[in-house]
């Protein structure tokens, strides 16, 4: 138990550095992610390049760092998304019950039985290919937050549910409070730590699947860096076996997930 | 048996339903998506009218959306998928060509995924030793941790066949839910009491343990094949297999809504069969 929490405590540290490096990017180096070394492309590490230069000369510390700030901050914003329509439909059908339920509960089953990828990139590829980066992110990650809802919406509903039968809420009832007041009031606290666990394990998984989407050229565009379009281009393990220093936001993303695995790993039993 | 049967049959009934809105909803990408009915061949100066026309025909932008849903379905049902505007070929045909390569990919992995999975989960049940506990849950956790891409790349790194790729991308999830659902049926009232009463622990497992948990396992055969054909993608476009992942992921590339739309309508027809299956064996178990 003792080594668990050191174990948790080390992987919150480990957050808080990469949080701050793609917080505060711009402090840790004095390059932008676009600007290009004409002159030294594939170069390796060295003091004015820590991790060295891309094919195009970027300088892939600043690349990585900036990656890291697109990756983290947009997997929550999906995260967020996804929580946020659970919540209110997970929270619906859990507290009305009847068919209201049961259409809630159908859907739910039926997008989690589909192929989320499949209908990522069909959703994805509606979108021309030659979008600007900005939009680009936005739409991955919203892509992302609106697909991502089905596997919480069963957390939250049943949480719902098993309030929807508690004495509080019965006896709030009685006592012949409004709907609005029993919703703010009562449920909406009481469902807050159901909410939370289910947006900070959603994270995890959206960073993986823009990593993968990334990878695949139909996530974030060039030149916005983010961990998964910074390993595009790793099928080359000739380039891979000379620079091994490019497999680094690879080294960031998976620590990051198994970071976030440790921390939040009782968050599922919050409740 | 008469229950059963009707069951059965709901569930086949949702499956139409499934097919049709699915059919509609793909009608609906390809007919909505910027650029349809958009033809280069229509900036030929040495194109007549009735050439143009003809193009535009090939659309069906002629008549009103009614007749473009009526249209589409009706070519469903006929087998006309439509044709792939980048491969300019019939999208039956190259689902007819690429589906049995993903589709074995898909079984092979998902019966190693199991297998190893359930070996895994059953052997840290019956032992619970830490150091079993805690290396299987390092590695699962280590696994769970890459993308499926990366995953794709040590695959084709290591010159190993797709459908172990897609196994050791659903191994982890797996592995995860089942030593759930085991765990939870291994701590019930009468496990303890067959301990009680001295019982060994593999009579335990193999006639207690396993038919507790038996029925939310079945649950999770449509979601292992869900997974697993989401893998499909990714392992598939990476290490040029010819299978439907890649070709999924050449028409996003080219922005190829009639074939994209027509793989995704058949993988999702695919794994909601899978999970009708999984739950009419529910049905079945008393």
């Known amino acids: 138990m003792k080594g668990q929490r050191i174990l948790r405590l080390i992987c919150r540290g480990a957050l808080v550095i990469i949080l701050t490096l793609g917080l505060f990017a711009g402090s840790f180096t004095g390059y932008s992610y676009a600007h290009q070394f004409r002159e030294i492309p594939n170069s390796a590490p060295s003091r004015t390049h820590w991790l060295g230069t891309d094919g195009l000369g970027r300088d892939l510390f600043t690349r990585v760092i900036y990656g890291t700030r697109v990756s983290l901050l947009l997997a929550p914003a999906a995260a967020l998304l996804a929580t946020i329509l659970a919540a209110i439909l997970g929270g619906l059908a859990g507290l009305r019950g009847g068919w209201l339920e049961k259409i809630i509960l159908a859907s739910a089953d039926l997008s989690m039985s589909l192929p989320l990828l499949f209908v990522l990139i069909a959703l994805r590829a509606l979108l021309p290919l030659d979008v600007s980066p900005v939009l680009s992110v936005v739409a991955t990650f919203v892509t992302l937050g609106v697909l991502g809802w089905p596997s919480s919406l069963r957390v939250v509903w049943a949480a719902a549910r098993n309030l929807r039968d508690s004495d509080h809420i019965l006896l709030a009832r009685a006592l012949g409070c409004r709907q609005s007041q029993i919703l703010f009031r009562q449920v909406i606290p009481c469902l807050r730590p159901v909410f939370l666990a289910q947006f900070w394990i959603s994270i995890p998984v959206f960073i993986l699947m823009e990593a993968t989407l990334s990878m695949l050229g139909l996530g974030v565009m060039e030149p916005l860096p983010s961990w998964g379009n910074l390993l595009h281009g790793a099928e080359d393990f000739s380039a891979m076996a000379a620079n091994p220093y490019r497999l680094v936001p690879l080294f960031v993303l998976v620590l990051t997930v198994i970071c976030f695995q440790f921390v939040f790993s009782g968050s599922e039993e919050l409740p | 048996m008469t229950h059963w049967i009707s069951?059965?049959?709901?569930?086949?009934?949702?499956?139409?339903?499934?097919?049709?809105?699915?059919?509609?909803?793909?009608?609906?990408?390809?007919?909505?998506?910027?650029?349809?009915?958009?033809?280069?061949?229509?900036?030929?100066?040495?194109?007549?009218?009735?050439?143009r026309d003809a193009i535009r025909n090939e659309y069906r932008l002629g008549g009103g959306l009614i007749s473009y849903y009526c249209g589409y379905i009706s070519g469903l049902l006929h087998g006309n998928l439509g044709t792939s505007v980048f491969l300019q070929r019939p999208v039956a045909g190259l689902l007819k060509e690429r589906a049995p390569f993903t589709v074995r990919a898909v079984f092979l992995g998902l019966t190693t995924a199991w297998i190893a999975a359930s070996v895994l989960s059953l052997l840290t049940i019956r032992w619970q030793t830490w150091v079993l506990e805690y290396s299987a849950t390092a590695?699962?956790?280590?696994?769970?941790?890459?993308?499926?891409?990366?995953?794709?790349?040590?695959?084709?790194?290591?010159?190993?066949?797709?459908?172990?790729?897609?196994?050791?991308?659903?191994?982890?999830?797996?592995?995860?839910?089942?030593?759930?659902?085991?765990?939870?049926?291994?701590?019930?009232?009468?496990?303890?009491?067959?301990?009680?009463?001295?019982?060994?622990?593999?009579?335990?497992?193999?006639?207690?343990?396993?038919?507790?948990?038996?029925?939310?396992?079945?649950?999770?055969?449509?979601?292992?094949?869900?997974?697993?054909?989401?893998?499909?993608?990714?392992?598939?476009?990476?290490?040029?297999?010819?299978?439907?992942?890649?070709?999924?992921?050449?028409?996003?590339?080219?922005?190829?809504?009639?074939?994209?739309?027509?793989?995704?309508?058949?993988?999702?027809?695919?794994?909601?069969?899978?999970?009708?299956?999984?739950?009419?064996?529910?049905?079945?178990?008393?």
Not at chain 2, 35 to 47: F, N, W
Not at chain 2, 166 to 171: G, S
Not at chain 2, 252 to 267: C, Q
Request: aromatic fraction near 6%; charged fraction near 10%; proline fraction near 6%.
């Open chain 2, 7 to 51: 069951k059965l049959a709901q569930k086949v009934l949702l499956l139409t339903a499934l097919a049709i809105v699915g059919a509609l909803l793909s009608a609906t990408m390809v007919r909505f998506a910027p650029g349809y009915g958009v033809d280069e061949r229509e900036l030929d100066p040495r194109l007549s009218a009735a050439s």
């Open chain 2, 139 to 286: 590695v699962t956790g280590l696994l769970i941790a890459l993308p499926t891409a990366v995953v794709a790349l040590l695959c084709l790194y290591l010159r190993v066949p797709v459908f172990l790729g897609i196994a050791v991308v659903t191994l982890p999830k797996l592995f995860r839910y089942q030593h759930n659902i085991l765990a939870q049926a291994h701590a019930r009232p009468f496990v303890l009491a067959a301990r009680a009463r001295g019982v060994s622990s593999n009579r335990i497992l193999f006639w207690h343990v396993i038919p507790a948990a038996w029925q939310p396992l079945v649950a999770l055969l449509g979601v292992s094949a869900s997974m697993a054909f989401g893998a499909a993608i990714p392992l598939e476009a990476l290490s040029d297999s010819p299978g439907m992942g890649q070709l999924a992921w050449q028409a996003a590339l080219n922005r190829d809504l009639p074939l994209l739309t027509s793989i995704t309508l058949f993988v999702t027809l695919l794994t909601a069969a899978v999970n009708c299956l999984a739950g009419a064996i529910q049905e079945r178990q008393p």
